[in-house]
Each structure stands twice: as structure tokens, then as C-alpha cells.
């Protein structure tokens, strides 16, 4: 008599239910929180979240917590970009960071400023922060000032067309990157090692490339004595040659040719150059 009827097959098992490892269920809880702890940290931290009024400012007075400042910012930027009045009860609190002892802080507020150029508060501060001991506050400063119809950034302007010097802050033996090294803004670019021993760092004010070394490693140097040259990344040449294309004079003219004829410009700032030279003269045609 057959047995195929019935589905067990003489000398053949039932396969029995795998059973889960004790140890795996808390090892997949464990895995599960991770990845929640990650997407949550990623999206607390993420500018384009939205924020009630409220939360924003708390956060432009949480200066202990850098990112929410800029977050806060971030928002405002936005709202006074799609012309939403309501930016405008912020206003104070940009003015305070305005004068802020951190930099981020300063140089994010002076991009900002540019979005409202009818307020005479932040034309005021602009000026300002246009003499700022931190270039890259001072090359925002001066572009949002161009927003504005100033003119008083352009000296500022052409400065980040121009080799920066890097001097050095004590006086003692030098240590320097190569010539063409990139560096980024607060990478370290030299040192000083003074007569005691002790070791100043020199760091990049800004992103670019260091142009020229003026002393030689192992060399001594004096307090305020020129070590290096850096040369602005391409993103703030290309910054500073549309704001001379609004504000440029014809004695900006030849610094401004030199970028459309560099053989070490890419494309789009020798374009940009180009354009800007065109706008110049254009202006001074009599």
C-alpha cells in the first residue's frame, strides 16, 4: 500500500522549524536603533528641516551650538529670498551676530545681508564688516555691498584677485607647504618654531592655493616678515570678477584681462573674466 498519499516518505524526516538564535533578537534591536540614532542625527542636523518661529530664535541664540545658528540662518536666508515680511523680526538678532566674535557667524550673516538691499540697518552693518580682520568676512561683506549699490567692497574685491601674504606671526625658524599646494581654509600652511621651543601655527584664512614661498624652510624669519603667498580658489575669483562687473573700474581692467588670458584659469572664470572686462568698458566708453 502506498504512503504518497499522505506526504511523508518512508526514511525521510519532516524538515522541523528553524529556531532563532537567542542572542540574534537583541543583536536586530541593537542594528534597528543604530540606523533610527543615524537618520535622527542626520535630520536634526539637516538646514533644509523647517523650523517654527519659535525654535528659530532659539536657535540664532544658541551660540554654543554653532550648527543651529547657521541653521536659523539657513531659514531666514529663504525667507527673505521668496520675500516673506515675517524675516524681518529677526533683523535685530542678525545685527547683534553681526559683530559676533565667531567668524562662521559673521561671514554667514554677511552673505545674508545681501538678500534685503533695502535695509538701511544691514547697510550699515556691511560697512562694517567690510573691515574685518577675517578676508572672507570682509569678500562677503563686499559682494552683498554690490547688492547694494555700493561701491565700497571693491578694493576688497580685487584683493581676492590678487596673491595674499602670509606673514609671520613671531619671529624663529620656518616651516612651509610646497608652492601649488591646495589647501583648504584653516589648514595648516606654516609654522614658526621660536628660540624657547614653543611652535605658532599659521593656518589658510581661506580656501586656494599657496602661490609663491618667500622664505625658504629652516630659514629665520622676523615678526610680520612675508613667508608665503596664497592665491584665492576659484569659486572667490569668480565671486569677485561678477562683483567687478558692476562696480569695476577702468583701472581694474588689466588684473581683470589677466584671468581671461591665464593658461591657469579654468574656463568658466576665464568666461567670467571675459564678461567682466566687456562690462568695464562698456561703462567707460566715451
Request: aromatic letters at 6%.
Amino acid at each position: 500500500m502506498s504512503d504518497s498519499g499522505n506526504g511523508n516518505h518512508p526514511g525521510i524526516r519532516a524538515t522541523e522549524p528553524r529556531k532563532r538564535t537567542p542572542g540574534s533578537k537583541p543583536i536586530l534591536i541593537l542594528a534597528i536603533l543604530f540606523v533610527a540614532a543615524t537618520c535622527l542625527a542626520w535630520y536634526f542636523s539637516w538646514f533644509g528641516r523647517e523650523l517654527s518661529d519659535a525654535d528659530i530664535t532659539t536657535y540664532l541664540a544658541d551660540e554654543h551650538k554653532p550648527r543651529h545658528v547657521q541653521h536659523a540662518l539657513s531659514l531666514i536666508q529663504k525667507r527673505i529670498e521668496r520675500g516673506d515680511a515675517s524675516a524681518k523680526n529677526w533683523y535685530p538678532q542678525l545685527i547683534t551676530l553681526s559683530g559676533h566674535q565667531e567668524t562662521e557667524f559673521r561671514l554667514t550673516v554677511a552673505w545674508l545681508m545681501g538678500f534685503d538691499n533695502k535695509s538701511p540697518e544691514f547697510h550699515e552693518a556691511l560697512l562694517k564688516l567690510v573691515k574685518d580682520q577675517e578676508p572672507l568676512v570682509r569678500r562677503n561683506a563686499a559682494l552683498a555691498l554690490v547688492r547694494f549699490g555700493d561701491h565700497s567692497g571693491r578694493e576688497e574685491l580685487l584683493a581676492a584677485l590678487k596673491p595674499y601674504p602670509i606673514k609671520a606671526p613671531a619671529g624663529g625658524v620656518v616651516q612651509s607647504l610646497k608652492e601649488g599646494a591646495t589647501v583648504a581654509r584653516r589648514t595648516l600652511v606654516s609654522r614658526v618654531q621660536q628660540t624657547d621651543g614653543n611652535v605658532i601655527e599659521v593656518r589658510s584664512p581661506f580656501p586656494g592655493r599657496i602661490n609663491k614661498i618667500l622664505k625658504p624652510n629652516s630659514s629665520q624669519v622676523s615678526r610680520d616678515e612675508e613667508v608665503l603667498t596664497l592665491i584665492s580658489d576659484e569659486g572667490s575669483v569668480y565671486e569677485a570678477l561678477r562683483g567687478l562687473s558692476l562696480i569695476g573700474t577702468k583701472d581694474d581692467l588689466q588684473l581683470v584681462q589677466s584671468y581671461a588670458a591665464s593658461p591657469d584659469a579654468s574656463n568658466r572664470v576665464k568666461e567670467q573674466a571675459a564678461l567682466t572686462a566687456k562690462a568695464i568698458e562698456s561703462r567707460n566708453t566715451d
